[in-house]
């Protein structure tokens, strides 16, 4: 199956550097271009994207404003989107997280790297390095907002043990691998379980579920230390 993308930057040379490089990919292709929030907004809704690959600062509506309208907007919730941006300088990445965003990716990226970000994020997967994650957990997402708090805590009691454990392995930033060598399962049952907390507390994709965890306080970005 194609991936059908979205490309949403107000830099018209980089959009078009970007499309080049899609649509020599025959897995991908890319359907719209905007130079806006709103432009992105409205593509969105006319052509059902799998990905979008969209910029923070654009001029009227933001790459932020755009993401949080398209991830509430149900007629779109099979769309992901791929923030394009420096995330270890930006707190409006945070908040694109708890918007729906399903990844980020540098601008400096590889031609390799965003393609393969691309994809990763089309299947549901969330592009959060480890070290991206424990860096946004603990500037952002560990703080109270509760405006953008996802699920309440007693919905934690839908997982079990199992999910729970797994959920919490994943929120700090370990791959399906990681966790099935941690826990001595196969990767494929990690998957699962993680599909299942996923399907259980209505998150988009594994970003959201990361953001859950914390808000929920399953796990916390600064554990105490140890005595």
Known sequence: MTIRVLLADDQALLRTTFRILIDTDPDMTVVAE???????I??????HPDVI???I???GTDGLTATSRIAADPALSATRILILTTFEDDENVANALRAG??????KDVSAEGLLAGIRTVAIGDSLLSPSATRS???RFLSMPDPHSRLVPTERLALLTDREREVMALAAQGKTNDEIADHLVISPLTIRSHIHRSMTKLHARDRAQLVVIAYQTGLVSAHPPRSA
Request: net charge negative; proline share 4%.
């Open 136 to 138: 946004l957990i603990s």
């Open 53 to 55: 690959v969209m910029d």
């Open 57 to 59: 600062r654009m001029p």
């Open 34 to 40: 905007a130079a806006n929030g709103q432009e992105a």
């Open 101 to 106: 965003a399903s990844g980020f990716l540098g």
């Open 42 to 47: 409205d593509l969105a809704r006319d052509h």
